[in-house]
């Protein structure tokens, strides 16, 4: 392949790779709104995807492959090819695991235990160095891999340096940098070291064009850039002028897949989890939540919730059920097992209360199973989305898409789909228990009429931006 024109950079890329029994490597297309995105550029154009090596089984097949580029391993990603970095296990740890998940995803989902966390010591400034040395690798391998002029769409807080890192180097380029989380204003984006925080803004406005998923995000962003660097923002146009550049920071909202969603979900293993689900929940109404078992996503809120309700409702005991669903996520990172652990301990405290011989009132999965998931959105009476923050939620938007009768969304305002999603969803305020609880009773009673009604228009609003658009967009913002 000739240099590419077009080049994404993320940490996690569009396809990952495992051992099977026999010793043969096998590969698996990832989620998510960039993959689907991703296929909206044609076959024709040179299209680089720079991720990182996240497995020895990712590392094996990137050892395999010749000049480090992978095809696509028989997935449809347009016309992409895959290079995967090797980078070094400690250097990954740290930039991965300390600074991006352990602080920088903290500081955005303002999630801070403040008495005792965060503590910038010693520690974290050896960490911060390998941040560093990750996002330079990611800015060597674009460099290497990009053609004259080529369009760099860099992804997320893990490589917030790689657009000044390039731009230093190749004026050429032209470069967006999107994150996908929300931004921490600057009252608590301030708790990072001064150095560190103006580093971070810094490496961002490396870029031409910066996104944000919401309004709400970019705009705090905006005041960050304002209150740490001291640059000059113009509101109307949302652009920072900035070290002699002018940069402009956009919103670009993301929708569901729909037409992927529902071709997936036609397929025989989501019927078999249907089958088996309605089993399962049997002719009581069921109150589905679908989430990686992250700290952000207040899992142990709603089950609270969930129990507040049957108590002060009791006509609802042993009628409904309540499935969550909850996806292994950085088990590496001690905050995450705990948090993981106080999920089940939620899920058992109510079922400790309520349950009875022939009625479990929350079922809590922890592991992977996407069929099942969409199985579940097609049978849920009430859907449960309750952030602390997030920086859009697509369960929110694909949970109504794929929903055979209606679903009654309850919906955190804090999560940046209450943006389109907020005039037929009810709302509530995550940190809100009995909030929620009624907005959950409200969910359960609303007649059919009314929860298709509302569904019609979620969908509407849940596929208004297809993710095929959503990445055009940020190119196209390059000009
Ligand atoms: C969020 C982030 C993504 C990340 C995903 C899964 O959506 O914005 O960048 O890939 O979580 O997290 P993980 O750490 O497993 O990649």
Same mark, same amino acid.
């Given at each position: 392949?000739?240099?590419?024109?077009?080049?994404?950079?993320?940490?996690?890329?569009?396809?990952?790779?495992?051992?099977?029994?026999?010793?043969?490597?096998?590969?698996?297309?990832?989620?998510?709104?960039?993959?689907?995105?991703?296929?909206?550029?044609?076959?024709?154009?040179?299209?680089?995807?720079?991720?990182?090596?996240?497995?020895?089984?990712?590392?094996?097949?990137?050892?395999?492959?010749?000049?480090?580029?992978?095809?696509?391993?028989?997935?449809?990603?347009?016309?992409?090819?895959?290079?995967?970095?090797?980078?070094?296990?400690?250097?990954?740890?740290?930039?991965?695991?300390?600074?991006?998940?352990?602080?920088?995803?903290?500081?955005?989902?303002?999630?801070?235990?403040?008495?005792?966390?965060?503590?910038?010591?010693?520690?974290?400034?050896?960490?911060?160095?390998?941040?560093?040395?990750?996002?330079?690798?990611?800015?060597?391998?674009?460099?290497?891999?990009?053609?004259?002029?080529?369009?760099?769409?860099?992804?997320?807080?893990?490589?917030?340096?790689?657009?000044?890192?390039?731009?230093?180097?190749?004026?050429?380029?032209?470069?967006?940098?999107?994150?996908?989380?929300?931004?921490?204003?600057?009252?608590?984006?301030?708790?990072?070291?001064?150095?560190?925080?103006?580093?971070?803004?810094?490496?961002?406005?490396?870029?031409?064009?910066?996104?944000?998923?919401?309004?709400?995000?970019?705009?705090?962003?905006?005041?960050?850039?304002?209150?740490?660097?001291?640059?000059?923002?113009?509101?109307?146009?949302?652009?920072?002028?900035?070290?002699?550049?002018?940069?402009?920071?956009?919103?670009?909202?993301?929708?569901?897949?729909?037409?992927?969603?529902?071709?997936?979900?036609?397929?025989?293993?989501?019927?078999?989890?249907?089958?088996?689900?309605?089993?399962?929940?049997?002719?009581?109404?069921?109150?589905?939540?679908?989430?990686?078992?992250?700290?952000?996503?207040?899992?142990?809120?709603?089950? *609270?919730?969930?129990?507040? $309700?049957?108590? @002060?409702?009791? =006509?609802? +005991?042993? !009628?409904?059920?309540? #499935?969550?669903? /909850?996806?292994?996520?950085?088990?590496?990172?001690?905050?995450?097992?705990?948090?993981?652990?106080?999920?089940?301990?939620?899920?058992?405290?109510?079922?400790?209360?309520?349950?009875?011989?022939?009625?479990?009132?929350?079922?809590?999965?922890?592991?992977?199973?996407?069929?099942?998931?969409?199985?579940?959105?097609?049978?849920?009476?009430?859907?449960?989305?309750?952030?602390?923050?997030?920086?859009?939620?697509?369960?929110?938007?694909?949970?109504?898409?794929?929903?055979?009768?209606?679903?009654?969304?309850?919906?955190?305002?804090?999560?940046?789909?209450?943006?389109?999603?907020?005039?037929?969803?009810?709302?509530?305020?995550?940190?809100?228990?009995?909030?929620?609880?009624? *907005?959950?009773?409200?969910? $359960?009673?609303? @007649?059919?009429? =009314?929860? +298709?009604? !509302?569904?019609?228009? #979620?969908?509407? /609003?849940?596929?208004?931006?297809?993710?095929?658009?959503?990445?055009?967009?940020?190119?196209?913002?390059?000009?």
């Amino acid at each position: 392949m000739d240099k590419a024109q077009i080049l994404v950079a993320s940490n996690r890329g569009p396809v990952s790779f495992s051992i099977g029994d026999d010793g043969s490597v096998n590969s698996r297309r990832g989620g998510g709104g960039l993959v689907s995105g991703l296929s909206s550029v044609t076959a024709e154009t040179d299209t680089l995807w720079v991720c990182a090596a996240l497995s020895d089984a990712d590392r094996e097949a990137a050892s395999a492959a010749p000049e480090g580029r992978l095809d696509k391993a028989g997935h449809d990603l347009g016309g992409a090819l895959v290079r995967m970095l090797d980078i070094p296990a400690g250097t990954f740890a740290n930039a991965y695991n300390s600074v991006a998940n352990s602080t920088l995803w903290f500081v955005h989902h303002m999630l801070y235990d403040t008495p005792n966390k965060p503590a910038f010591d010693a520690g974290f400034h050896a960490e911060w160095e390998d941040y560093r040395a990750y996002n330079s690798a990611f800015a060597e391998a674009l460099l290497t891999g990009s053609a004259e002029g080529a369009k760099v769409a860099v992804q997320d807080y893990h490589l917030a340096l790689v657009p000044r890192m390039l731009r230093g180097r190749r004026p050429d380029l032209r470069i967006a940098h999107f994150s996908h989380t929300p931004w921490a204003p600057p009252e608590y984006f301030r708790m990072l070291p001064g150095r560190v925080g103006r580093e971070l803004l810094e490496g961002m406005l490396g870029a031409d064009h910066v996104g944000f998923l919401s309004t709400r995000w970019a705009d705090a962003f905006l005041r960050c850039c304002e209150t740490f660097l001291r640059a000059e923002v113009n509101w109307e146009n949302r652009t920072v002028d900035y070290g002699g550049r002018v940069i402009q920071v956009g919103v670009h909202g993301l929708g569901a897949d729909a037409d992927g969603l529902r071709e997936r979900a036609s397929a025989e293993d989501v019927a078999q989890r249907r089958a088996a689900l309605r089993e399962l929940v049997g002719d009581r109404r069921l109150v589905l939540r679908v989430d990686r078992t992250e700290l952000s996503k207040n899992i142990a809120r709603g089950m *609270a919730a969930f129990g507040e $309700l049957l108590r @002060d409702r009791p =006509e609802w +005991r042993g !009628r409904v059920t309540h #499935l969550a669903f /909850a996806y292994p996520s950085r088990g590496d990172v001690a905050e995450y097992r705990a948090y993981t652990e106080s999920v089940r301990a939620a899920a058992e405290a109510v079922n400790a209360e309520f349950g009875t011989p022939d009625w479990t009132p929350v079922v809590l999965e922890v592991n992977d199973d996407y069929p099942r998931s969409l199985a579940s959105y097609q049978i849920a009476d009430v859907l449960l989305v309750n952030p602390i923050r997030d920086g859009m939620n697509l369960v929110a938007k694909e949970g109504p898409v794929l929903s055979e009768n209606g679903v009654a969304l309850v919906l955190s305002t804090e999560a940046g789909a209450a943006d389109d999603l907020g005039s037929d969803a009810l709302l509530v305020n995550p940190y809100d228990v009995s909030e929620t609880a009624a *907005a959950l009773h409200e969910a $359960l009673a609303m @007649d059919g009429d =009314e929860r +298709r009604k !509302r569904n019609d228009r #979620l969908v509407e /609003a849940a596929v208004a931006l297809p993710p095929q658009r959503w990445f055009l967009d940020q190119l196209r913002a390059l000009g």
